[in-house]
Nanobody
Framework: QVQLVESGGGLVQAGGSLRLSCAAS????????MAWFRQTPGKDREFEAA????????DYADSVKGRFTISRDNAKNTVYLQMNNLKPEDTAVYYC??????????????????????WGQGTQVTVSS
């Protein structure tokens, strides 16, 4: 069982920045691929960013590319999402997700909700205009 705990959400003005953190339990964090999704009321959860086990490969949704950066610190069992130039449409609950199967098909599955095994409880990000 892996537990994921997100933090760092809050209220920020448009153009501002936030950094989300997701702390993971378990002794094999370096073998987990990680991702961030977000969800607004009435909509499906959407992929935003993913990072491979080593951190050498990353992927972003078009809506956040160039503004958001995903990174990881395997020594701290933590993945981060640095969000810059935030827009009101970025307002959502942000969820951290972990794939723990050491699945080599990262390039095929990384954007799919069903590919991830564990989810955090979510953290609210609100961007005011």
């Amino acid at each position: 069982q892996v537990q994921l705990v997100e933090s760092g959400g809050g209220l920020v003005q448009a153009g501002g920045s936030l950094r989300l953190s997701c702390a993971a339990s378990g002794r094999s964090f370096g073998r987990y691929s990680m991702a961030w999704f977000r969800q607004t009321p009435g909509k499906d959860r959407e992929f935003e960013a993913a990072i491979s086990w080593t951190g050498r490969s990353t992927d972003y949704a078009d809506s956040v590319k160039g503004r958001f950066t995903i990174s990881r610190d395997n020594a701290k069992n933590t993945v981060y999402l640095q969000m810059n130039n935030l827009k009101p449409e970025d307002t959502a609950v942000y969820y951290c997700a972990a794939e723990t199967r050491y699945d080599s098909t990262w390039y095929e599955g990384r954007r799919e909700i069903g590919w991830y095994d564990y989810w955090g409880q979510g953290t609210q990000v609100t961007v005011s205009s």
